[in-house]
């Protein structure tokens, strides 16, 4: 490990000017890469389409070996395990009992109501080929891409809950966000008691809760469903159970465990745009009290003052109506919004 | 004639081999594989390289190639382009204002000297990412990281040398 007999190839601080001019260009690529992300997501993808098969090679042996390491320690609690499972097997049982009555219960309420049915999701059976954890990344990545469907902003889950989103398609790979990641924020609801909340990884474990209202009391073993707020995710996808943070606030542990699996479904989730539903004049305030409805102030001539010399205004199509404080909105006719 | 080619393709060939190395580290310390179930941060493997010719030959391990190395690793570890570029040229600069004293370090005293070296660039990373995130981040998965690359360089330093002794040499100028 001695280095004292190296001779050195060049005198000390020879490389000042390069560093300097490399550090700007270091900078430079930090400051674009904050603007322009795709730029280097596309050749990620590319470069990890490229690897993809030599991924997959190696994956199996060293699945199969992770496998075996962690089951070493295994061996000693069979015994025990085997009890926990069968009493916890048991509980289950009566709760998929509870589940089934009630999920008949709501679909006739549904049926009564003349409720919207749930949307149907699709999904797409993905294997994990890589995982990174990296300090400032926490990802994965599968085998299906865009020749399988796979965009970007759709849900990974397994069989027990949610993983992440995908953030990167290539055409046969894709990446996983974690929800574990410092990047990722979902929108949840924590049951009972449907209160809202922002999930927010942190390079931890267990993720962060940002309550969306302050006068809300959560408490320890409360259940984390994705919100589906923003339309991207699907509502009602389980992610895990709200534990009490030693430093103050909440964090949630994960139900899934993205160390460990193996296959997941990546959920297609894509809401119809709900169209608002058509204005009529008799349902505004103004008519509603037997007013008349406001007339439109007379438009201004626009203001050529303030331009420069040699430039001349737009031309105008419609009257510019600037509505006053306290006046009725202009009404949309039937024509002009499109729906009857 | 045909002696004076062959000597002169060998010099440049050996010459290329800190590069090789480095790069093949990164490539290898960034395989999505990982050997201990993801419990362990992966070491920086293109970083030793990196710091031992830069130390020993900074004529094969340039700024330029202390960038180059940056810039692959930010490209296949998926972070922010341009941290660990950023990061590896704080090393470097730190490496060519005090390479008469690393050169000089043996023992336990060189391998505290890489250990500067690595955690200037892990610092510099995780300031550069708590910036752009306007966060502070935990600080334990980048000190993880910086434990297994100066554990792993307890061994790989034996490699380099014996790589350097009998591959690479020391510049013609210095015999």
Known sequence: MANGSWKL?????????PLVLLAALAIALILI???????????????TD?????????????????????????VFKVYQENLKLKEENARLRQWQNTAVVLDGRVKRYQLLLHAV??????????QVIGRSNRPFLQTMILDAGKAQGVKPGQAVIDARGMIGRIFLTGDHTSWVILLTDLNSRVPVTIEPGN???????????????????????????????TSGDGGLLPPGLAIGTVVADPAGGFRIVLLADSASSEDVNIVDFKLKAEAPPPVSANEL????????????????????????????????????????????PPVATPDETGNE | MERVANIMSWRILSNLIPVTLA??????????????????????????PLYFWAIVRPDLMTPFWAFFLGVLEDLLSGGPPGVWAASFLAAYALIDRQRDMLAGLSGVGALVGFAIAALTACISAYAIVSILNWTLLPLAPVMGELAVTVILYTFAVFILGGIHRRLVGPLRSDF
Not at chain 1, 51 to 69: I, K, T
Not at chain 1, 308 to 319: A, L, W
Request: no cysteine; net charge positive; charged share 10%.
């Open chain 1, 285 to 328: 305030p103004a008519t509603a009290a037997g007013l008349p409805p406001a007339a439109p102030p007379p438009s201004a001539p626009p203001p050529t003052a303030a331009l420069p010399p040699g430039i001349t205004p737009p031309p105008q199509t419609k009257p510019a109506t600037t509505p006053k404080p306290g006046a009725a």
């Open chain 1, 117 to 126: 049915p749930d949307p149907t999701l699709s999904s797409v059976m993905a």
């Open chain 1, 33 to 47: 890469g904050k603007a322009q992300s795709n730029l280097f997501d596309r050749a990620r993808a590319n470069v």
């Open chain 1, 195 to 225: 209160t809202q909340a922002i999930m927010a990884g942190d390079n931890t474990s267990a993720p962060t809760l940002d309550l969306l209202s302050q006068n809300v009391r959560l408490k320890p073993g409360d259940q984390v469903v």
């Open chain 1, 9 to 17: 190839g060049r005198p000390r601080g020879g490389a000042q000017l």
């Open chain 2, 23 to 48: 790069i093949l580290g990164v490539l290898v310390a960034n395989f999505p594989v990982s050997f201990l179930g993801g419990h362990v941060a992966p070491p920086l493997l293109g970083f030793m």
């Open chain 1, 50 to 74: 490229w690897a993809a098969p030599a991924l997959e090679v190696v994956r199996a042996p060293l699945s199969g070996l992770n496998r075996w390491m962690a089951s070493v320690g295994d």
